[in-house]
């Protein structure tokens, strides 16, 4: 089964995703510039989304680049992770409109840990799919920064009953982490003349690229 | 004529169906937890929609791939599908503003079997085109699951009269019936090993693939 | 340059195109069936602005498919095409949403002409870049259904003036001319059987292939 | 890392940008050709953003096409370029319902500017990324017409102050320079046959393709 439609959907529909959120913003209808500044929360709340849409398309381009094949439990995985996010734009107006208060940025976290699941479901299925020596494994690896997204993602929902402002740092934090386009699967190439051939590589438990 | 060109628009029009739907999630302007209550039935709608459609697009994009070329009348074909689709955003918003209540669901269940039957229509004219001894043809086989989810919206719209969660429940079994993906058209090439060389197999009458 | 992006930009703004104008239909509040009566000429708006944006697809399709190349002039001619087309989903729902009155339908048709016309630019740009004995000019020969259609649009308009219904039912009737795929660009290889070989047919001045 | 999908993403995303920002014409309630007359200044800042997306596009599409890879930090400067694009319909709605008002066209050109200094960025990236002596870098040139519009921005903003149809005017302007496609990756090899081998081509200090 190919890969190629599987890229363009989700292509498009992250395409729509980081597109539609700016309706959110409504356009005030007087031309002052205060009438902007209760924009103010919905754009920081914008720009947070565009960013964390633009890291999932950025880490997805690279996977799925670096994947030889799918099927059809990866199809839904992925849609499953297409479905969390494309929750983001309302989870992303009800944050910004409510200026940051506790719900919201719970609500917000919950969909962020949502789509991070799936993506690591995605992930496990393409490890399992390819099997666990190959090239595409090996280049994942022990896929640490999806593990602490995950746990900081549940910490950021428990700190935000203490005070919401915490719970949005965190989710900025991890956006930052994040923010380097994930280079596990650039080089393959180059990591396979240091490390030897490809395939029958099993003596190697210990995967030296994660 | 090339399938390029289809297989990319409509991967664009159901991205935007699948993705749009979500713009008729309101969002509250209070952000206390009771204020998302109303919104349950609303996603609970977006949520079976979302699958019928991502359903779609999985076996658009098995039955397309398996296809060799399209006609003018394919291109037709398809644009009645969309059409049918297209109109998903509208009755699921219809369906979960009014809380599953009879009409809404009539009328999102008169949507699936329309887009059903397109969907056969665009597999029948495909049938047409490859001839019926095809590879094509013996992958898609008599589509008793395709006849059987038509008679299924048939009495999930008859069964709404009695009351609307009948008609529901029967959409939603049909949408688990066609959740794992059709696999017909996974694998023609062993298909081809076992049953011997593609062309000139007119002596089985019977398809071995249906 | 190469033609690939232009097809792939315009494949995904007409499938936006297609598929936002079903946000025009706005889901009415209570759920009996005559609620959804006041949609009707909103529907029957959407259903016809459906097919033009899909003959239009259609017709894009064929012709993009049988150009060689494009330079910046077409480029920009299809541009034009695109911002017309834009314009529907806007007079789709003033028409319906104002039952088929007279400045709504006359506009519908200017919409609708000033398309053509950008159509038409765009079709006589290819065939000056592809030369007037190009395969690709002798296919689109002398563009009768376009010019045709043209003269129908002004006729429309006029009589939108009289009654609108009348300007309504000549878009329809064009529409009907259209629905057919423009069949021109399907076989340039059986023109060629008929016309002799392809390469080194330098006596005929009459260039069938070059 | 293959540029494929960073374009198929950009072309997503600007065709939505391009088509949504029609549905900030909110249709008229009543069918007198009196109720457009508000939307007038509405559609010729929807006409102008046309351009500016439609020229982003084409020339992002010729910068691509010269290309020969991309790596992460062009990937963020591209989802930069894609940010204040994005934010083109959010703009141009407000300059238009605002009837072309001070603050509105100061706004419109400050997302102008930073959309033209993000793909300062991204053509920067590119430039570092291929070397300075390669084709690509040697085809973009100075990039002359990238500054001389900053400037410009920069002094509709200014002006915008005195009265905001200067502003205005002057971002019509900068859309006029821009309006003939970028010819300069346009036949890179044309050039290469006149200028001599492409590589070590070190004593040509003046580029002369800029």
Same mark, same amino acid.
């Given at each position: 089964?190919?890969?190629g439609?599987?890229?363009?959907f989700?292509?498009?529909?992250?395409?729509?995703?980081i597109?539609?959120?700016?309706l959110?913003?409504k356009?005030?209808?007087?031309d002052?510039?205060?009438?902007?500044?209760p924009?103010?929360?919905v754009?920081?709340?914008?720009?947070?989304s565009?960013?964390?849409?633009?890291?999932?398309?950025?880490?997805?381009?690279?996977?799925m680049?670096?994947?030889?094949?799918?099927?059809?439990?990866?199809?839904?995985a992925?849609?499953?992770l297409?479905?969390w996010?494309?929750?983001?734009?309302?989870v992303?107006?009800?944050?910004?409109?409510n200026? =940051?208060?506790?719900?919201?940025?719970? $609500?917000?976290?919950m969909v962020? #840990?949502?789509?991070a699941?799936s *993506?690591y479901?995605l !992930?496990h299925n393409l490890t399992?799919?390819?099997?666990?020596?190959?090239?595409?494994?090996?280049?994942?690896?022990?896929?640490q920064?999806?593990?602490?997204?995950?746990? =900081?993602?549940?910490a950021?929902?428990? $700190?935000?009953f203490?005070?919401? #402002?915490?719970?949005?740092?965190? *989710?900025v934090?991890? !956006?930052?982490?994040?923010?380097?386009?994930?280079?596990?699967?650039e080089k393959?190439?180059?990591?396979n003349?240091?490390?030897g051939?490809?395939e029958?590589?099993?003596?190697?438990?210990?995967?030296?690229?994660?």
């Open positions: 089964m190919s890969k439609r599987l890229e363009a989700s292509d498009g529909v992250l395409a729509i995703i597109t539609i959120m700016v959110e913003m356009v005030p209808h007087t002052s510039l205060q009438s902007l500044q924009l103010i929360p754009f920081i709340s914008y720009v947070l565009f960013i964390y849409i633009g890291i999932y398309w950025n880490n997805h381009h690279h996977m680049h670096a994947a030889q094949h799918v099927n059809g439990a990866i199809l839904w992925n849609s499953l297409l479905f996010l494309s929750l983001v734009p309302f992303t107006a009800w944050m910004g409109e200026h =940051f208060s506790t719900w919201p940025v719970i $609500l917000y976290g962020l #840990l949502m789509a699941i *993506y479901i !992930a399992s799919l390819h099997g666990k020596d190959s090239l595409f494994s090996r280049s994942l690896g022990s896929d920064k999806g593990k602490i997204s995950m746990l =900081f993602y549940v950021g929902i428990g $700190l935000s203490i005070h919401p #402002l915490l719970g949005f740092g965190i *989710y934090l991890v !956006a930052g982490i994040w923010f380097k386009p994930d280079t596990r699967f393959p190439v180059e990591m003349d240091v490390n051939p490809l029958g590589n099993t003596q190697k438990k210990s995967l030296p690229h994660s």
